[in-house]
């Protein structure tokens, strides 16, 4: 199993900053990508962003420009770090991890952007 503890939600406001922290710990493969997805109120989950084991990023169309994704590889952790907020970024975020056989997902950190 892989546990995945998230931190760094909240309330901000419009134009604001946030940045979301999630450790992986237990077995940990040595190849897996990480990343974060997230869910508003009545909408489908998306992928925000994802990184490889090698570096590799991709993001959301609508989140380029303005959210960094990064990784510490020894600290098994990833970081969203989340510029420019605006209301249509609130919602659930939820860490992911997914190696070639395994995936799992953390309990999710609210994102509420608002005046």
């Known amino acids: 199993q892989v546990q995945l503890v998230e931190s760094g939600g909240g309330l901000v406001q419009p134009g604001g900053s946030l940045r979301l922290s999630c450790t992986a710990s237990g077995s940990i493969d040595s190849i897996y990508t990480m990343g974060w997805s997230r869910q508003a109120p009545g909408k489908q989950r998306e992928s925000v962003a994802t990184?490889?084991?090698?570096?590799?990023?991709n993001y959301v169309d609508s989140v380029k420009g303005r959210f960094t994704l990064s990784r510490d590889n020894a600290k098994n952790t990833v970081y969203l770090q989340m510029n420019s907020l605006n209301p249509a970024d609130t919602a659930v975020y939820y860490c992911?991890?997914?190696?070639?056989?395994?995936?799992?997902w953390g309990q999710g950190t609210q994102v509420t952007v608002s005046s």
């Open positions: 992911n991890y997914f190696s070639l056989r395994r995936s799992f």
């Open positions: 990184i490889t084991s090698v570096g590799r990023i």
